[in-house]
């Protein structure tokens, strides 16, 4: 069965910094894509950044320089740090499994101006 729990959301002013996990059960993280998206209040839901089974990343461009994709196999834990978060970094996050097409339940970040 197939399970993805985020955790690390919070509050924090704009400047701050947070590190999200994503720790899977029944997926290998390390043998498949996965990738963190975000949902701001009243918008669509957008991805944010990937991380491709052969270690190579992508992210969208307003948060590319702040925030890193990065996964640890022996955890089967996926992050995402985030740094100099602005305001409109404010939306609930979730991880995701592309290749299973499997959502995790989310978890919030708000950024205060």
């Known amino acids: 069965q197939v399970q993805l729990v985020e955790s690390g959301g919070g509050f924090v002013q704009a400047g701050g910094s947070l590190r999200l996990s994503c720790t899977a059960s029944?997926?290998?993280?390390?043998?498949?894509?996965m990738a963190w998206y975000r949902q701001p209040p009243g918008k669509q839901r957008e991805i944010v950044a990937n991380?491709?089974?052969?270690?190579?990343?992508s992210a969208i461009n307003s948060v590319r320089g702040r925030f890193t994709i990065s996964r640890d196999n022996a955890k089967d834990t996926i992050y995402l740090e985030m740094n100099n978060l602005k305001p409109e970094d404010t939306a609930l996050y979730y991880c995701?499994?592309?290749?299973?097409?499997?959502w995790g339940q989310g978890t919030q970040v708000t950024v205060s101006s």
């Open positions: 991380i491709y089974a052969g270690g190579a990343t």
């Open positions: 995701k499994s592309e290749d299973r097409n499997f």
């Open positions: 029944g997926i290998n993280v390390g043998a498949v894509t």
